[in-house]
């Protein structure tokens, strides 16, 4: 308040200013809203960092109210600079907030947020990117992509991390960017700090939940840290963890140990595994260990097994799960004391926890028998947490422990809650199923409740006492009649249903009183619930059967009263029934077997839990507490039926062996110093050398060898006999048998893996007819492993950081891998020379795809020399759009236009619709996009009434439709053509393609080089206009810039106008340098002028440099055209 007051003796108001949030009326029509905005306007303007902070609250306060303050969005994004912390925070909520309802406002302030990502504060830099990926605005993918690629090598953790919460956000947006994001994950798991690790795991879970080969070299360091990780990310891991080890180990109950604890085998263990093991037990003692848990297994449950004692539920109930689903039977116990400890927390916890029990209880129920008093019901418990009590002790109950439930069972049904009374008698019911023994002291207590004054027990009663009987029925008969008598009472119907079935389908040990009660049912039969109705006709049906004397004139009365009832099932099972039981002439064969037909012998109906069948969903889960798959829910893998190869994980041991090493010195570990020595100095070098940083730690889950160094020289190492000490430093209790096994299969291994890079080569040789879509795949991954190299021998040269080498080893792809293992020489080499070597290898294995791809039949061979005539201007526009992404990379001679699928034909139902920017003005509108819409009607009938419906445009965007076209003949085309003003964004225009039968929702998304227009410029004119953009508004952050390393078709300068120039729709400028070539164009809706500069190198190297106000547009310009130059 003291902000507030000096601002207002600054202006000379009065410091009582009214509080507008406390106003009754400040959200009507009538309030003053537009004076407090130029009031909170002029704060912001202020010099005082304490007004702003005052007038950031406000309007934070404003939006807490539900206030709209989009207004006021200018005024404060001009405070994103200021230097105040708090006031920044506060700015960047309030961005948050409506960055995606104002689209257009939040992406003018991007070159803000830009600037943030570089702020010497963490928090600045964290809350900077975490704005950023608010903004739900697909333009903005690629600027977002860049952040989080860099946030992901920041210093601080707390970036990282934000990094980390970014990339679901990311994917959710734009899912083709898996790819990029999967290399972003893969080298935030490799993180050492405990901050990091939760949230890169939540992301792994929501982007790639599958790809669990990028968590073998991190799994032991993931159990390691485990301890020290934030609650809920001890959560997540634990759950991801859970289903690594049921796909690596294998099930440690299969052959149960001898060490097992006898006494509980009888709650859990059936008569059959026991016996088993009683054979096994010889051949079990002879080998003194019938099951050898991996020591990751156990290193896994001794490293959660603290995390019992968490003062979080959400912990223990994950650690509670893993060890239900991967512990050996004598351990699990230990979570029984945990979870009865989580019963005394609150209702809600107490839900979820008792959900789980319940499940638990049904396999396991000895582990929860000492506890068993814990689970009585209080009066003070809610209904709903009663019921799940009740289901835990029926569980729990048996011959020893029946006598005692049963006193708390009596004393429940007294209870003023009438549904948790129900349920009581219902666990009754059950005890008396599942005990033999009590069957008959609970029939005898069920039917003295008949007699109670509530209803609802009386009838809950019946129901139980019916299926009861089911399973001895000669020997109850009294209890039959004792229920016939109380049909006038009961007014439930259920309970009424229940008694007629009884009666009906044991009328002859009551034959003298069956056919009263049809009597007096036949009498009220019209008001009768529908339930009652049907059985009353099948009592009428049975006692016909049995006893036609007395019955045949009030069954057929009975029959005629429900063939003229509302209910059709009614009416159906009457007419059913009296061609069945009544015989006639047109009766047919049926009617013979009538007797056998309703009077047939009916199993006794089990009273099973409903908890039976939960435990194939992951305890702790949601879809196990809703008992339905829940989105985005992951199946609990069944465990392998042989162990997968172990070493896939001991490329973590070994760095995390170095760490320990330079921190701490253990004397354990001075009796094998030598051989570590030797070990640490072969894995140092592809760690952190600059030679050989392209082949580190990461490039063993992207090209899934199993060798578990990652490295070219761990891998020649483990060739020459070392292959298992890894493994050895980590598990020294294994004995030295184990160690040779593994060491003989490591090598049988690496003899594969090296055999293995030499498949794609020859294959790629022999593919030329190959589908298109591999070609593409092909095509993309050359693409890839060009530019990867490239950034490389730049940063290289440049003499970038270690973080920036390890960061270009994640970009690397699978192929490129293969081809440096086939030619890595075994010998230790200068380091400059191994790095040239691994470039040309890389560039051989992108030619070699680039040949593989150019036969390819969908377009014409590249020809350079003869591609550019002397007009220049004539000759470009006719190129074509070429986009790795959306097109092959061969470029299509001028006139030759590239077409998209719109419609493909069997989707349409024989309509074809392809489309292609002309790159000709759409003369209704110069705004706009001119796009070209062939359609081919493959039917043998006419198309008619082809026409645009229902366009949904993203804000600003407009469409003008081509007119209708009335008649397409069979097997004929036409081509149309439809402007699209696209308002300078990649976002897809969506609309219904309709006919005179059919629409079809389709949507039409240009590349970033059709939303330009050609601009011929002077050279002077381009230098001039390139000098306004830098010297403009936002200074310098007008201009990208990027190095790249040429592909080797760009040979020449009629190439590289070639690419450009198909990539978007520029033109040529003239220039008087030989290595510079010059590009202008403008934007197609706003008109911005996009000029680039291509200035080439010696050595293969050039810079490209892009000038544009709309940094979006500049920012996917540069990837489109480094892609292309790249090739």
């Known amino acids: 308040m003291s902000a507030s007051s000096a601002f207002s003796d600054e202006k000379g108001g009065s410091a009582s200013e009214p509080e507008y949030g406390h106003d009754p009326a400040s959200g009507g029509i009538f309030s003053s809203d537009y004076k407090r905005h130029d009031d909170l306007k002029e704060m912001l303007d202020s010099n005082k960092d304490s007004l702003k902070l005052e007038a950031m609250k406000r309007i934070v306060a404003m939006i807490a109210r539900g206030k709209n303050a989009s207004d006021l969005f200018p005024a404060v994004v001009k405070n994103v600079a200021c230097k105040n912390i708090e006031v920044k925070k506060l700015v960047y909520v309030y961005l948050v907030r409506y960055a995606e309802e104002q689209q257009d406002l939040a992406l003018l302030s991007i070159s803000t947020f830009q600037r943030g990502l570089k702020d010497p504060n963490q928090l600045i830099r964290a809350s900077a990117l975490r704005v950023l990926s608010s903004i739900r605005v697909t333009i903005i993918v690629p600027i977002m992509m860049l952040a989080i690629k860099e946030a992901a090598s920041d210093m601080s953790p707390y970036v990282r991390k934000t990094a980390a919460h970014a990339i679901p956000k990311l994917h959710s947006l734009d899912p083709e960017q ?393 009416r159906d099972r009457a007419r059913f029934i009296r061609q069945l039981i009544v015989p006639t002439d047109k009766s047919g064969a049926l009617s013979k077997y009538a007797k056998k037909l309703f009077l047939a012998l009916k199993p006794a109906p089990v009273l099973e839990s409903p908890f039976k069948d939960r435990d194939h969903f992951q305890l702790g889960s949601l879809s196990h507490l809703l008992n339905a798959k829940a989105g985005g829910y992951q199946e609990l893998p069944d465990w392998p039926e042989s162990a997968p190869d172990p070493s896939v994980r001991n490329v973590e041991v070994i760095r995390l062996l170095e760490r320990v090493t330079t921190l701490t010195s253990i004397p354990d570990w001075s009796k094998c110093t030598s051989r570590k020595d030797r070990k640490e100095k072969k894995v140092e070098k592809p760690f952190y050398s600059d030679s050989e940083g392209e082949s580190g730690p990461t490039e063993s889950a992207d090209s899934e060898s199993d060798s578990g160094s990652g490295s070219e020289s761990a891998s020649a190492s483990d060739d020459s006999g070392s292959g298992s000490e890894s493994e050895d430093s980590g598990e020294e209790s294994e004995s030295e048998e184990e160690e040779e096994d593994e060491e003989v299969e490591k090598k049988k291994r690496k003899k594969l893996d090296k055999t293995k890079p030499k498949k794609p080569v020859e294959e790629s040789a022999e593919s030329d007819q190959s589908s298109g879509a591999e070609d593409r795949k092909r095509v993309r991954k050359a693409v890839k492993n060009q530019k990867s190299a490239s950034e490389s021998e730049s940063e290289s040269e440049s003499s970038e950081s270690e973080d920036e080498s390890e960061e270009e080893s994640e970009e690397e792809s699978e192929s490129d891998t293969d081809v440096r293992k086939k030619k890595a020489p075994v010998s230790k080499q200068p380091p400059k020379q191994s790095k040239k070597e691994s470039k040309k290898e890389t560039q051989e294995m992108s030619l070699l795809d680039l040949d593989d791809f150019e036969p390819s039949p969908a377009s014409a061979p590249v020809t350079p020399v003869n591609f550019l005539s002397s007009s220049l201007v004539s000759d470009l526009e006719g190129l074509s759009l070429t986009d790795t992404i959306l097109a092959p990379t061969t470029i299509a001679p001028s006139g030759l236009i590239k077409m998209y699928e719109l419609l493909h034909r069997i989707k349409g139902e024989g309509l074809g619709v392809e489309y292609c920017f002309s790159r000709q003005p759409f003369s209704p509108d110069p705004n706009m996009v001119a796009v070209q819409i062939q359609f081919t009607n493959s039917t043998n009938a006419e198309t008619k009434n082809l026409h645009i419906e229902d366009p949904r445009l993203q804000y600003g965007m407009r469409i003008r439709e081509f007119a209708e076209i009335d008649v397409l003949a069979a097997g004929e085309s036409v081509t149309v053509v439809m402007g699209i003003d696209f308002c300078d964004s990649t976002q897809a225009a969506n609309f219904q393609l309709c006919t005179h039968t059919r629409k079809f929702f389709v949507s039409i998304q240009p590349p970033v080089g059709e939303l330009m227009t050609a601009a011929f410029l002077t050279e002077n004119d381009f230098k001039k206009e390139q000098e306004n953009l830098l010297n403009g508004k936002l200074m310098g952050m007008n201009e990208i810039s990027e190095k790249l390393t040429l592909g ?14 198909a990539t978007a729709n520029l033109s040529r400028v003239p220039c008087g340098s030989d290595k510079e070539c010059r590009f202008a164009g403008k934007t197609v809706s706003s008109g911005c002028l996009v000029l680039v500069t291509v200035t080439t190198k010696d050595g293969g190297g050039a810079q490209l440099t892009v000038n544009c106000e709309k940094m979006v547009i500049g920012t996917m310009l540069v990837k489109d055209i480094l892609q292309a130059l790249s090739q």
Not at 1048 to 1061: L, M, P, S
Request: include cysteine.
């Open 178 to 570: 898996k790819d990029q994001l999967i290399e972003v994950i893969e080298k935030l798991l490799a993180d050492k700090t405990t901050l990091v690790a939760g949230s890169v795991v939540m992301a792994f879970e929501e982007v790639c939940p599958d790809r669990i080969d990028l968590i073998h070299k991190n799994y032991r360091k993931l159990c390691n840290l485990l301890i020290d990780v934030e609650e809920w990310g001890q959560v997540v891991i634990i759950n991801m963890l859970t289903r690594y080890a049921r796909t690596q180990f294998l099930n440690p109950n299969i052959n149960e140990s001898l060490l097992e604890e006898s006494s509980e085998k009888a709650f859990y263990a059936s008569d059959d595994e026991e016996d088993e093991d009683k054979k096994a037990e010889p051949a079990a003692l002879a080998k003194r260990k019938p099951y050898v848990m991996d020591p990751d297994h156990r290193l896994l449950l001794r490293n959660t097994k603290p995390l019992l004692q968490s003062r979080n539920a959400a912990v223990v109930m994950a650690v509670a799960q893993l060890y239900f689903h991967l512990a050996p039977k004598a351990e699990v116990g230990i979570i029984a004391k945990a979870l009865v400890r989580l019963m005394r927390s609150h209702s809600e916890v107490q839900y979820v926890v008792l959900q789980n029990v319940a499940t638990m209880t049904i396999k396991r129920r000895g582990m929860f028998e000492p506890y068993l008093k814990s689970f009585y019901i209080r009066s003070t418990d809610p209904t709903q947490i009663k019921i799940l009590k009740l289901e835990v002790l029926t569980n729990l109950a048996n011959e020893t422990n029946i006598s005692t439930i049963l006193r708390e069972f009596q004393t429940y049904i007294k209870s003023m809650d009438k549904d948790f009374v129900a349920a009581s008698i219902q666990a009754i019911g059950r005890c008396a199923t599942n005990i033999g023994e009590v069957r008959d002291t609970c029939l005898n207590g069920l039917v003295q409740l008949l007699s109670n004054r509530d209803e609802l027990v009386v009838a809950e009663s019946v129901v139980v006492i019916k299926k009861l009987l089911q399973m001895q029925p000669e020997q109850h008969s009294d209890i039959i009649k004792h229920m016939a008598k109380l049909i006038d009472n009961i007014q439930v119907p259920m309970a009424r249903a229940s008694i007629l079935w009884l009666i009906g389908e044991y009328c002859e040990h009551v034959p003298k009183i069956a056919p009263d009660v049809l009597r007096k049912m036949a009498k009220t039969f019209t008001n009768e619930e529908d339930i009652v109705k049907l059985q009353i006709i099948n009592l009428a049906a049975k006692l016909y059967l049995t006893n036609s004397k007395q019955t045949k004139l009030l069954t057929q009365y009975v029959l005629n009263l429900a063939k003229y009832d509302q209910n059709y099932d009614i």
């Open 1048 to 1061: 080797d078709k760009c040979v020449n300068e009629h190439v590289i106008v070639e690419r450009v120039t």
